[in-house]
């Protein structure tokens, strides 16, 4: 992208969610985020998200810097906007090059997110789970758990899908998108868990999703439902007999109530967290003798990296 700084005539881009969809694709997502990661950028750089109070929620800023290209993210979480038929969640990004902090695009946030999130998901998963993966569980039916199913779909060539929800009525939905990506599905519960060689948690449950103890030592799960200490999706058990792979261990204990809590019930250890660019990069070794979980939180590198490909996507 040519840095063509912002004037009143020339004014920053504005990317709605559909462009931005457009712009970049789950795969090449995914790339943009192993790129930076192989290219030797580290997580903890990432300064630590911001959390301001505002009414009856709260405001989240999430500035990063990637060389020649700096960005902040705005999010607003409102718990009462779904009565009002507005989203829970809303967010804006400002993308800005480095030298001048000028302004050169600014992005509807949700649909960012909707990229990346299952992007860094479908990078761990592509290194953490069996090659010969068959069966994807899903936990979810929102625009996080459809969109993971389509980027963990490109990692690999799932025979089943099986998703489980607490709405039959999503239910059906997800399956119906899935199928609709070539992919045989069906509903399920929780206990489909045992069977399952690749597991996405994709919720706002505050407490464990399923039984640790059902997970085979052969799978992988990811869970990136929640990025508050007090919630998570997974217990201390399954935590506390399996590889845990974080984008960033000084992140994962601030933030990841799986981990956080785990930690606090003597399960787990800072030291057992292994950063996912050690994995990517092969620093650290994949133990294949235990299931493997990544937990994510979403980080501002993430939103950085794919909103440059983003605006290089729609110059292209």
Known sequence: MTQDHSTPENAPRWFAAQQILDAVSPRRARKLLEETLVGGFHPGEDPARGNVTAGQGHMLLMPSVLGAWSGIKVATVSPGNPERGLPRIQATYLLMDTPTLSVQAVMEGNALTTLRTPAVSALAADHLAAPDAQTLMVFGTGPQALSHIEAFADVRDFSEVVVCGRSTEKVAAAVGHAQRLGLAARAGTAEDVRDADVVVCATSAAE???????????????????????????????????????????????????????????????????????????????????????KCVGMSWQDLAVAVGVVDGAEA
Do not use: I
Request: hydrophobic share 50%; proline share 5%; with cysteine.
């Open 208 to 294: 464990p999703l399923f039984d640790g103890a059902l997970v085979r030592d052969a799978a992988c799960v990811v869970a990136m439902g929640s990025h508050e200490p007090d919630a998570r999706e997974l217990d201390a058990a399954l935590m506390g007999r399996a590889q845990v792979v974080v984008e960033d261990r000084g992140t994962a204990l601030r933030e990841a109530g799986d981990v956080v809590q785990a930690v606090a019930e003597g399960a787990l250890t800072e030291e057992d967290l292994v950063p996912l660019a050690d994995v990517v990069t092969g620093a650290a070794a994949v133990d294949r003798s235990r299931p493997r979980v990544f």
